[in-house]
Nanobody, 124 residues
Framework: VQLQASGGGLVQAGDSLRLSCVASEGTFSDYVMGWFRQAPGKEREFVAAITWTGDSTYYADFVKGRFTMSRDNAKNSVYLQMNSLKPEDTAVYYC??????????????????WGQGTQVTVSS
């Protein structure tokens, strides 16, 4: 599976961005998908995950109410709508495919395929 993330950019605090991740060459629709992020000097952290059906999601506490994850299996794509962005949201954002279909997890070890990342920079 190859994952290609896009949609990052430089925005101001309070703005919105929509990240996209397209999967190719492999099975996508049967698995949980997740978004993670990594800021300079910090470990990669969980942001959001979605079941293969798209009817259940799981979010890190720091993005609840601001970020929304969705997927379109017909397009082999997942999305992360990010609203009310804050400077502390600045990071490289990665999409990843989990090893399971239903078990929503925030543990990086439960994901086996990763995209290359897209940079999100939020200025104050």
């Amino acid at each position: 599976v190859q994952l290609q993330a896009s949609g990052g950019g430089l925005v101001q605090a309070g703005d919105s961005l929509r990240l996209s991740c397209v999967a190719s060459e492999g099975t996508f629709s049967d698995y949980v998908m997740g978004w993670f992020r990594q800021a300079p000097g910090k470990e990669r952290e969980f942001v959001a995950a979605i079941t293969w059906t798209g009817d259940s999601t799981y979010y890190a506490d720091f993005v609840k109410g601001r970020f929304t994850m969705s997927r379109d299996n017909a397009k082999n794509s997942v999305y992360l709508q990010m609203n009310s962005l804050k400077p502390e949201d600045t990071a490289v954002y990665y999409c990843a495919r989990a090893k399971t279909r239903f078990s929503l997890s925030g543990n990086v070890r439960n994901y086996d395929y990763w995209g290359q990342g897209t940079q999100v920079t939020v200025s104050s």
